[in-house]
């Protein structure tokens, strides 16, 4: 569920001068939306297309635990899976990214969705390291995102900017890991609760942690009904 790192150090592609000094922080609203807008914008962009799809919001609760790795500044390592937990959606998927100098959000999160130049769907996964961030990525449902970076001066490595992103709950299961979503027309699965005619707005805000969650939801009364179609991968 965690994924190793993507690195850039291109100087004339982003000059580091050109971003303000607070401008990568998702501790601003308008970073936020935009971390958020870029990954449902590539979440549509799945080939072939997914009729499951979640639309993705962000995550108070996974950004400050993102944010509080990032300022770890642990250089290309992951940090153990069980710190990476929030309340009724369980563990949360890690994808990392790190540069030598300010780099824009939408660059990391880019790199990370063009991993799919080596994913084929329903291909045995051989090397996670080469698609895991895009299959997190483009799980169908992980629909919580938190984010955080920061800059890591000095240590054997050198200066460089560390970001992390959470996804809630965790994808990239093992068992399923070729199938990060189901295929089929965009909001083939929701076509009453989709946005952008692409991703699924009727996601369950609980984890479908039992192989029996679906009944239990349904006596319990804790999804709406049109949810359930889209609680499990």
Known sequence: MLQSVRTWSDKQLFPSNKIPEDGLSPR??????????????????VRPT???????????LAARQAQNYAERCVFLQHNDAAENTVP?????????????RKTPWFFAIKNWFLEYQNFTYGAPIRNLKAVGHYTQMVWATSHKVG???AHCPGGPWGTFYNYVCHYCPAGNVET??????????QCGDCPESCVSDALCTNSCPVKDFYSNCNDLVRVANVCPQEALVVTRA
């Open 176 to 185: 399923i890991i070729q199938y990060p979503y189901k295929i089929g027309p």
């Open 147 to 149: 984010c955080g970076v």
């Open 28 to 45: 601003r609203s308008v970073v936020r939306r935009k971390i958020v807008l870029y990954h449902n914008f590539f979440r549509t962009k």
């Open 50 to 60: 997914a009729s499951n799809m979640l639309l993705m919001s962000w995550h108070p």
């Open 88 to 100: 009724y959606l369980g563990s949360c998927g890690q994808n990392l990214f790190v540069a030598s």
